[in-house]
């Protein structure tokens, strides 16, 4: 019964032996699949051997041979090409909300979508271990949660934290639930956010989902559905810097010439540079917050806010701020 039980399964092996052991460049004799046929406790002849290859290619497995004396069989086109999972393991590899022990089990599994061989291409899991991940393990579910609840029509419930100095979790609102209508999850500065609609404040506001805990679906309908007709994720994320909120405003800039590519790759390519002296003036649409006044400030000379005045006044007095820690007045600081 057991041998009988075997056959049945002969098809499914023969596909695992094909698809983790051949590429374009590595392909396997009939003598090698009979023999690691075998190695499951398979007994096959070579003509089962050719019609079950005949069924896989019917099925839609792209089996090529080898046009060598000795043909060789293998996989030839996959679902993902070898640069493609190439991409994908870099982008888990670079995304610091995936923690280095997630990363480490999403490439395993990216590399069971090549063949062995390939596999040891995609083996540069170094890297992970180097960069800053975050540290909330629950963020794949978080967005499970989020991703039900949207779909389900939802509002929900939730915890949210910030980290202590000596690497404790503060939570926020001394403990008190969120209570927030999920619309849309957004990616900003390596994080994931959630940007939802709170009933109470009535406006938008966005969280970062790997802060977010003891997330609950709730019974009651979503809010602020008319304000999200009205919303457009990819443009709010152009005038948010570092998911910092604060007063929406039209700035205009001017920025020398050879900030036109930062300018572009920041806001988009329909927006309008007008040559003005040695540079040009954009306006933007921007929330103003310190992040975006320190991204000003970042470029110097470079760039200047135009108008309205009462940025112009904000840049001016970040920057005094600033400039005020530093000076030391005859001494320096010490700690």
């Given at each position: 019964?057991?041998?009988q039980?075997?056959?049945?399964l002969?098809?499914?092996?023969?596909l695992?032996?094909?698809?983790?052991?051949t590429?374009?460049?590595?392909?396997?004799?009939?003598?090698?699949l009979?023999?690691?046929?075998?190695?499951?406790?398979?007994?096959?002849?070579r003509?089962?051997?050719?019609?079950?290859l005949?069924?896989?290619r019917?099925?839609?497995?792209?089996i090529?041979?080898?046009?060598?004396?000795?043909?060789?069989?293998?996989i030839a086109?996959?679902?993902?090409?070898?640069?493609?999972?190439?991409?994908l393991?870099?982008a888990?590899?670079?995304?610091?909300?995936?923690?280095?022990?997630?990363?480490?089990?999403?490439?395993r599994?990216?590399?069971?979508l090549?063949?062995?061989h390939?596999?040891?291409?995609l083996?540069?899991?170094?890297?992970?271990?180097?960069?800053?991940?975050t540290m909330?393990?629950?963020?794949?579910?978080?967005?499970?949660?989020?991703?039900?609840?949207i779909s389900?029509?939802?509002?929900?419930?939730f915890?949210?934290?910030?980290?202590?100095?000596?690497?404790?979790?503060?939570?926020?609102?001394?403990?008190?639930?969120?209570?927030?209508?999920?619309?849309?999850?957004?990616?900003?500065?390596?994080?994931?956010?959630?940007?939802?609609?709170?009933?109470?404040a009535?406006?938008?506001?966005h969280?970062r989902?790997?802060?977010?805990?003891?997330?609950?679906?709730?019974?009651?309908?979503r809010?602020?559905?008319d304000?999200?007709?009205?919303?457009?994720?990819a443009?709010?994320?152009?005038k948010?810097?570092?998911?910092?909120?604060?007063e929406?405003?039209?700035?205009?800039?001017?920025?020398?010439?050879?900030?036109?590519?930062?300018?572009?790759?920041?806001?988009?390519?329909e927006?309008?540079l007008?040559?003005?002296?040695?540079?040009?003036?954009?306006?933007?649409?921007?929330?103003?917050?310190p992040?975006?006044?320190?991204?000003?400030?970042?470029?110097?000379?470079?760039?200047?806010?135009?108008?309205?005045q009462s940025?112009?006044?904000?840049l001016?007095?970040?920057?005094?701020?600033?400039?005020?820690?530093?000076?030391?007045?005859?001494?320096e600081?010490?700690?």
């Amino acid at each position: 019964m057991a041998r009988q039980q075997n056959q049945k399964l002969k098809l499914l092996y023969l596909l695992k032996i094909l698809t983790e052991n051949t590429d374009e460049d590595h392909a396997l004799t009939m003598a090698q699949l009979l023999e690691m046929l075998q190695g499951y406790g398979i007994c096959a002849e070579r003509k089962s051997i050719y019609d079950d290859l005949e069924a896989l290619r019917a099925f839609g497995v792209d089996i090529e041979t080898t046009p060598t004396r000795t043909v060789g069989y293998y996989i030839a086109e996959r679902d993902f090409s070898l640069p493609e999972l190439k991409l994908l393991v870099d982008a888990v590899q670079s995304s610091k909300f995936i923690t280095s022990k997630k990363s480490l089990e999403l490439i395993r599994k990216i590399e069971g979508l090549a063949s062995r061989h390939e596999a040891t291409q995609l083996q540069r899991q170094v890297f992970v271990q180097n960069r800053i991940k975050t540290m909330n393990e629950s963020i794949y579910y978080n967005v499970d949660f989020l991703h039900a609840a949207i779909s389900r029509n939802v509002q929900i419930g939730f915890r949210y934290f910030s980290w202590g100095i000596h690497g404790e979790q503060i939570q926020r609102h001394d403990g008190a639930e969120y209570v927030v209508s999920p619309w849309a999850l957004t990616w900003d500065d390596e994080n994931y956010y959630l940007v939802a609609y709170d009933e109470q404040a009535q406006k938008i506001k966005h969280y970062r989902v790997d802060k977010m805990t003891r997330i609950r679906l709730l019974d009651t309908p979503r809010m602020g559905g008319d304000v999200f007709d009205r919303f457009d994720t990819a443009i709010y994320s152009k005038k948010i810097f570092g998911m910092y909120g604060g007063e929406e405003k039209n700035v205009t800039l001017h920025c020398k010439r050879e900030l036109a590519g930062v300018i572009i790759d920041r806001f988009g390519k329909e927006s309008i540079l007008i040559e003005d002296g040695d540079g040009f003036n954009v306006t933007v649409r921007v929330f103003e917050s310190p992040t975006f006044l320190s991204w000003v400030m970042g470029f110097g000379k470079d760039m200047q806010v135009l108008r309205p005045q009462s940025t112009r006044d904000a840049l001016a007095k970040q920057a005094r701020d600033v400039l005020a820690q530093y000076e030391t007045k005859g001494k320096e600081v010490t700690s």
